[in-house]
């Protein structure tokens, strides 16, 4: 134990010594590890604002849909009875929180300047405490302008039939405020066309790709507009106390289901909408349920998650390999300039391996030191940033980073971890120089002869 206190405190000695070699790398070390705290504190904003909109506008954690066929060709994404299927998920769920009846169609929005395709969420408005907490009124001047910097609109008016909530994106492509109306027109699920006019009743902020192709009806006009029961719905979005259950829970959920008599399709971690043609060309009648998580409906969210994360891991594999190998640039110098040094040490009784765990210790002191600073230069960044709530200007960004302001977010556990990978990463850069300098012999050494 006093040896390697020993140790510890020769290596401490000879990095403050060189102190600008130290400066240098412990710099570089420091700033590439505040950039990774960055790039993760992004990444991890990220996923938590695609999970918090997407449990909120698309997905519970899980969910329970389906699909009917009255004929060969049929894939009409739709529960016939649901409050059977209700019942069992409210009495056999373990943790359940609570569950949301949400009805959906897809239906083309036309105003008299433009019209788009969106996909509707015909809502229940007693269910809906958690999308209207999350829903943000835009300003008249967001979607219209010379408008006003007012919100507009009664979330409240959402339970009439012929209501229609939009974003903001929306509306002003469609050219439309708060009072206006539009038609709405869809194909019903026995082929026939439909329509019926509605009155905006609000319109919200962009919530990025959820707000460009999403809008927001009574469950009363998705029944009246694909004329089907009153006891249909689209999907029983289940929440859990829990949500680190979830595929432990959907695995008792498809038995319980199974247990009362209905169908339940093979696991398919896709949304339902790419579901389509396989269900259509499938041999069988009447309904089938399925069942899927809520990253399984939300997948497109995932796929620039995963872009976003690779282009981190590739920025900073770059700067770490550079790092790297200024590391084992500067222990290699350090070898040649203390020559003389390890030789003394060496004939003064030191072994191979002290002088190894030596020149490791420096280099593990220098990478604890630098990653630990910029851990907490990065953190507290991200903090500032966050707290900041900074605008996103463009609107292409808001839409991938599906929100219209910068969310940073950073634990304890990334910075520990961040602080552990790059101390092994220069300690192990300086492997090589280290093991050099254990194997000099001690005469040659102090002849300052390599």
Not at 203 to 229: H, Q, T
Not at 316 to 343: C, H, K, P
Request: proline share 3%.
């Amino acid at each position: 134990m006093r040896s390697l206190r020993t140790l510890f405190t020769i290596a401490a000695r000879n990095l403050l010594q060189a102190r600008r070699r130290t400066t240098l790398l412990g710099v570089a070390l420091t700033s590439v590890t505040a950039l990774l705290v960055l790039l993760l504190s992004l990444s991890s904003g990220l996923s938590d604002t695609m999970m918090r909109f997407a449990l909120t506008f698309a997905a519970g954690h899980i969910n329970v849909a389906g699909f009917y066929k009255a004929k060969v060709g049929d894939a009409s994404p739709i529960l016939v009875n649901a409050p059977p299927i209700r019942k069992i998920l409210e009495e056999e769920t373990p943790g359940l929180d609570y569950v949301i009846d949400r009805h959906r169609g897809f239906a083309r929005l036309a105003s008299e300047q433009s019209s788009l395709q969106a996909s509707l969420l015909g809502i229940d408005p007693a269910q809906e405490s958690r999308l209207f907490a999350a829903l943000r009124m835009a300003e008249e001047r967001e979607y219209k302008e010379g408008g006003r910097p007012q919100a507009f609109g009664d979330l409240g008016r959402l339970s009439e039939p012929r209501a229609i909530l939009l974003f903001a994106s929306q509306a002003k492509r469609l050219g439309v405020g708060v009072g206006d109306k539009l038609t709405l027109s869809c194909e019903t699920f026995s082929g026939s066309r439909n329509a019926a006019d509605v009155t905006v009743v609000a319109i919200a902020k962009d919530v990025g790709m959820i707000g460009s192709f999403s809008a927001v009806v009574s469950r009363r006009l998705i029944i009246d507009l694909y004329k089907v029961r009153e006891e249909s719905t689209g999907t029983e979005m289940v929440y859990l106390k829990d949500p680190s259950k979830t595929a432990e829970t959907i695995v008792v959920l498809r038995e319980a289901l199974k247990k009362h008599g209905f169908e339940v399709m093979e696991y398919d971690p896709e949304p339902f909408f790419m579901k389509f043609e396989n269900v259509a060309s499938e041999d069988w009648f009447g309904q089938k349920l399925d069942l899927t998580r809520w990253n399984d409906e939300v997948v497109f969210f995932a796929w620039i998650l995963t872009a976003v994360n690779a282009v981190a891991i590739f920025l900073v594999s770059i700067l770490t390999l550079i790092i790297a190998v200024g590391v084992m640039n500067s222990m290699w110098i350090a070898v040649r300039e203390r020559t003389q040094e390890i030789g003394t040490l060496r004939a003064i009784g030191m072994g191979e391996g002290a002088v190894l765990c030596l020149f490791l210790i420096e280099a593990m002191l220098l990478g604890l030191a630098s990653s630990l600073l910029g851990a907490a230069l990065g953190g507290g960044l991200a903090q500032l940033i966050d707290g900041a709530a900074l605008r996103i200007p463009e609107e292409g960004l808001r839409t991938l980073l599906m929100s219209d302001v910068l969310h940073l977010s950073i634990s304890a556990g990334v910075l520990l971890l961040v602080v552990i990978i790059f101390t092994a990463i220069t300690s192990l850069a300086a492997l090589w120089p280290a093991l050099r300098a254990a194997r000099l012999e001690p005469i040659v050494a102090m002849q300052r002869v390599l």
